[in-house]
């Protein structure tokens, strides 16, 4: 349920789940949020993004953010300028890296204290450090590795999306929005489609669905292609009524096939009962019950809990 690979430079880890969980790198547990808005899970094939994904900066990198933590960076590092315990340092992180991505967050962490043994400043390890203790449901040392990842390099937009990422799953919103907007503000950052997804998403939880409307659509607006993005747009739409725009964002999503899954069926009943349109709610009613009998989006129409 979350994008796996890594390289040396900026890639997808798996996103912070759903409070208590916290990072699961298997699955993810119901929301517990108030007003929380989820994306597609529970499907076959290559369902979309189950939630807004982390983001991590040079695995090497003992400085900055491979999102630009400032205008002047200097010259690019290559192999050339990399030192023996840098090097060392880099693999260390990289092996962690493809640990937590296999869902092996002991052995992962293992590596990164290894990789802080070699390096004891980099920035990449502190961030991702606070990934692993974040999925251990270890909340004091999550946040204690992002403020340190933050203390050496404040503008490291990596971390900053990481941490509010996490402090909005602790319903720190206001904390929380502080982090994505420092992030979004760093110069040349190259994931800012990422953060605009995650702090509309965040927003969209704190009941602001105003503000989760606007960073959503800015962030469609950068990544049409994204159906995480399209299909928690068309939720916040749906809650603030507007079911004609909310349809046609789904649709993007419904219209190909390996990113039907259950919630994506589930909101296109929704959206289609809230428009009076209750022959096509029930068609893809049919469809949920024929292809996901045992999900509990399915239990929900029966139920007919359409507003739970």
């Known amino acids: ?51 807004p994904p982390a983001v991590v900066s040079n695995v090497g990198s003992s400085v900055g953010s491979g999102g630009g933590a400032s205008g002047s960076r200097g010259d690019l590092v290559t192999a050339s300028d990399e030192t023996e315990l840098a090097k060392r340092a880099r693999i260390r992180l990289e092996l962690a890296s493809a640990y937590f991505a296999q869902g092996q967050a002991v052995t992962a962490l293992d590596e990164v204290k290894r990789a ?64 994505f907007t420092a992030a979004l503000a760093v110069p040349q950052y190259r994931e800012p489609s990422k953060t605009l997804l995650a702090q509309g998403v965040c927003e969209a939880a704190a009941g602001d669905l105003v503000a989760a409307e606007r960073l959503l659509l800015r962030s469609y607006e950068l990544d049409a292609g994204n159906p995480t993005t399209a299909f928690n747009l068309a939720e916040v739409l749906l809650r603030r009524g507007d079911t004609d725009r909310a349809r046609f964002y789904l649709q993007r999503v419904n219209q190909v096939p390996e990113r039907v899954n259950a919630q994506t069926l589930w909101l296109a009943a929704r959206i289609e009962r809230k428009r009076g349109n209750l022959a096509a709610a029930e068609e893809w009613a049919q469809q949920l019950r024929s292809r996901f009998p045992n999900a509990r989006e399915t239990a929900a129409y029966e139920q007919g809990k359409f507003d739970e």
Do not use: K
């Open 1 to 51: 349920m979350a994008e796996l690979l890594f390289a040396r430079v900026r890639s997808m880890l798996p996103r912070l789940p759903r409070w208590p969980s916290v990072l699961s790198t298997a699955g993810l547990a119901a929301c517990v949020l108030s007003a929380c808005v989820s994306a597609p899970e529970g499907g076959t094939g290559a369902p979309p993004t189950p939630e």
């Open 116 to 179: 802080l043994q070699v390096d004891p400043e980099n920035v990449g390890a502190y961030n991702l450090r606070g990934l692993i203790y974040a999925s251990l449901g270890e909340v004091a040392l999550a946040d204690e590795s992002f403020r340190r990842a933050l203390s050496i390099a404040p503008a490291d937009a990596d971390t900053l999306h990481n941490h509010g990422w996490f402090l909005c799953r602790q319903r720190r919103f206001a904390e929380a929005r502080s982090r």
